[in-house]
């Protein structure tokens, strides 16, 4: 399975931007799949995911209300819209397939495959 994202740049405070992360392989459509973070000298951090079916979304407390995690499983693809970004979500995404397919898991050990990650910078 390989995973590319992309969809990153820079933007103002109160902005939005929509990351998408096409996947391919044969079983990528069964897996899990999330979006996480990681800004410079931090640790990679959750930030959204949806189950197989696209189905309970679940989110970090820090971007709820705010992202929103889909997928479109006929294409293969993930998507994360970021609206009303401010500058605490800098940080380069990633998305991430789990083989914990039924359910949404948010800790990084359970994601087996990982996109190379895009930038996201947000001005204030």
């Known amino acids: 399975v390989q995973l590319q994202a992309f969809g990153g740049g820079l933007v103002q405070a109160g902005g939005f931007l929509r990351l998408s992360c096409a996947a391919s392989?044969?079983?990528?459509?069964?897996?899990?799949m999330g979006w996480f973070r990681q800004a410079p000298g931090k640790e990679r951090e959750f930030v959204g995911a949806?189950?197989?079916?696209?189905?309970?979304?679940s989110y970090s407390d820090s971007v709820k209300g705010r992202f929103t995690v889909s997928r479109d499983n006929a294409k293969a693809v993930i998507y994360l819209q970021m609206n009303k970004l401010i500058p605490e979500d800098t940080a380069v995404y990633y998305c991430?397939?789990?083989?914990?397919?039924?359910?949404?898991?948010?800790?990084?050990?359970?994601?087996?495959?990982w996109g190379q990650g895009t930038e996201v910078t947000v001005s204030s």
């Open positions: 392989g044969r079983t990528s459509t069964s897996y899990t």
């Open positions: 991430g397939l789990s083989p914990v397919g039924n359910v949404v898991v948010s800790a990084t050990h359970l994601y087996r495959y």
């Open positions: 949806v189950n197989r079916g696209g189905q309970s979304p």
